[in-house]
């Protein structure tokens, strides 16, 4: 999370005698409720009693601020070590890394709650409908809509992986995934399949006397890339091919497993750091940036399809759902050329003007965050194949795709635009450091508080205090999981409806519900009025 800045007075129509404290009340049933809504009392929330089958209440529970008919509410809060969204269901580690708890995240409804054998500190991974524990030694997989546990597994361990691993699931397919080695695990009981791929290691030592303290270089960085038919494919160190000199050892290689984790076919990479991907049509592609060259193959049985050479300059490679993308900076200048995943066939080549970034659909973007200069990025449609339009970042404002379509930039204006980058709308915003953009919110960073505006009025209608974290889940985007890590974990899943007086407009095109805003906005004389 980024570092906010320092706390700034309130703003004012959101004052502590038109503030909602939301405490958690007695709970009707096993596993913690959404807290009631009532005005702040002068004596702290007690907790409430616990039975032994149901969790305890957090310590020191964040506080969630509201003015009345924000949309905004808490569904769901709890104590939890660690906490993931799976299927339909937020699965909550305790503070004991024993009790495995899950709730509905749309309704903060408890599913069910069980114990697991775990040998100390736990971390949780969502399979998309299941659930993997990580506890040290072991991996638990669990069905998270039913608490049923699926498989449990020996895990990658100290002992004898040296390296912290975390789980990956990319395109249907799983894995164990460290700097220096990968194992491919089924995504349906984390059963390991096939041997641990390690990396080949480079240990770089500085002039301190003690050993431990040195750098680890690891040749190639291990990654999945995913599934295609009965075929895993990864980046991974594989044996040289026939009539090369074995001496040399494991090389860096493109690698095709079968269900069994056996390899099915290897191609070997140009480089440690070689590109390489996988579209959604099942063409792998990989980039030799030295020749230059472009190899697509069938990731499923791995035959060659085609290869191309390409021209000089600094190369990027994207893979679309049917082409893959080449851009190339040549002269400060970048031009983009597609080609189609089944043939090679140029498809369509863009030029863009002199110190222009580029955008896709579905990339990153480029220097999105960096403040401090004037940016200019060209919109490349691919189903056109042109540039679709220009979009202008000034020296002070950030650049986010809008969950709704098209662009927003903030700063002291927050300036939204659509997909071709034209102007719908533009507004000043006073607010803190805006952290995450939502189709009907803004959430901003300030210090050790979240404030929650509504993009509407663009006013502040929530804030959460006590160190939380916006995690990163498939939650649809009127819900939102935070967490404050450590031995006083927490979890909340708040609840970001449209504000009240809002509801029932957002069909409106944004000139209209613009002045449908205007119309309803009650501005108030003082700073004590209710916003």
């Known amino acids: 999370m980024s570092e906010g800045r320092p706390m700034r007075p309130r703003a004012a129509g959101l004052v502590p005698a038109s503030l909602l404290l939301l405490a958690c009340p007695e709970r009707p049933g096993p596993g913690p409720q959404g807290p009631s809504i009532g005005p702040p009392t002068p004596t702290a929330p007690q907790a409430p009693p616990t039975r032994a089958d149901e969790p305890a209440p957090p310590r020191e529970p964040p506080r969630l601020l509201t003015d009345p008919g924000s949309g905004v509410s808490m569904v769901w809060s709890g104590a939890a070590a660690d906490a993931v969204v799976a299927g339909a269901e937020l699965v909550v580690l305790e503070p004991d890394a024993r009790h495995l708890d899950a709730f509905d995240w749309s309704r903060g409804e408890a599913r069910w709650r069980i114990e697991l054998p775990t040998s100390g500190a736990a971390e949780l991974y969502s399979l998309g409908d299941r659930v993997l524990v990580h506890d040290r ?68 030592y500085d002039s301190s006397d003690d050993p431990t303290e040195h750098s680890t270089s690891c040749s190639p960085e291990p990654r999945l890339l995913g599934r295609r038919g009965g075929t895993v494919v990864l980046v991974a160190a594989v044996p040289p091919t026939d009539g090369a000199d074995p001496s040399t050892g494991p090389g860096p290689g493109l690698l ?80 983009l050329s597609a080609y189609a995943t089944d043939d090679g066939e140029p498809t369509w080549s863009v030029r863009l003007a002199k110190r222009e970034h580029y955008v896709l659909p579905g990339t990153p973007l480029p220097e999105a965050h960096t403040t401090g200069k004037r940016r200019v990025y060209g ?32 700063g002291p204006q927050l300036r939204e635009l659509d997909g071709d980058g034209r102007l719908t709308r533009q507004r000043p915003f006073a607010g803190a450091h805006v ?31 006590g160190r939380m974290v916006i995690e990163t ?7 939102l999981l935070l967490r404050r890590p450590g031995e006083d974990g927490v979890a909340l899943v708040l ?6 007086r809002y509801r029932g407009i957002e069909g409106e095109p944004a000139a209209s519900r613009a002045s449908s805003t205007a119309r309803r906005i009650h501005r108030p004389s003082s700073a004590s009025s209710s916003p």
């Open 137 to 204: 030694d072991h991996a638990t997989v669990v069905e998270a809509a039913r608490g049923r546990v699926l498989g449990r597994h020996d895990a990658p361990a100290g002992r004898t992986w040296p390296y912290v691993h975390g789980v990956v699931r990319r395109h249907d397919a799983c894995a164990w995934e460290g700097p220096c080695g990968i194992q491919i695990l089924d995504c349906a009981d984390g059963a390991p399949l096939g041997p641990y791929l390690a990396s080949s290691e480079l240990h770089l």
């Open 256 to 335: 095709g497993l079968d269900p069994h984790g056996r390899p099915r076919w290897q191609q070997p990479l140009p480089s440690d750091l070689a590109p390489a991907g996988m579209t959604s049509d099942g063409s792998c592609w990989i980039l030799d940036e030295d020749t230059p060259a472009l190899l697509a193959l069938d990731c499923e049985s791995g035959v060659t399809r085609w290869q191309r050479p390409l021209g000089p300059g600094r190369l990027r490679a994207h893979g679309l759902d049917e082409s893959i993308v080449i851009a190339r900076d040549h002269g400060n200048r970048w031009r």
């Open 473 to 479: 889940s498939p939650l649809p985007d009127d819900r």
């Open 379 to 410: 919109l490349v449609d691919p189903s056109r194949g042109q540039v679709a339009g220009e979009l202008v970042a000034g020296r002070d404002e950030e650049l986010w795709r809008d969950p709704s379509g098209g662009f927003v930039l903030t």
């Open 495 to 500: 609840g970001l409806d449209p504000p009240e």
């Open 435 to 465: 952290h995450m953009v939502l189709a009907g919110h803004l959430v901003a960073h300030d210090g050790d508080t979240l404030e929650i505006y509504d993009r509407e009025a663009l006013r502040e209608r929530a804030r959460v205090e």
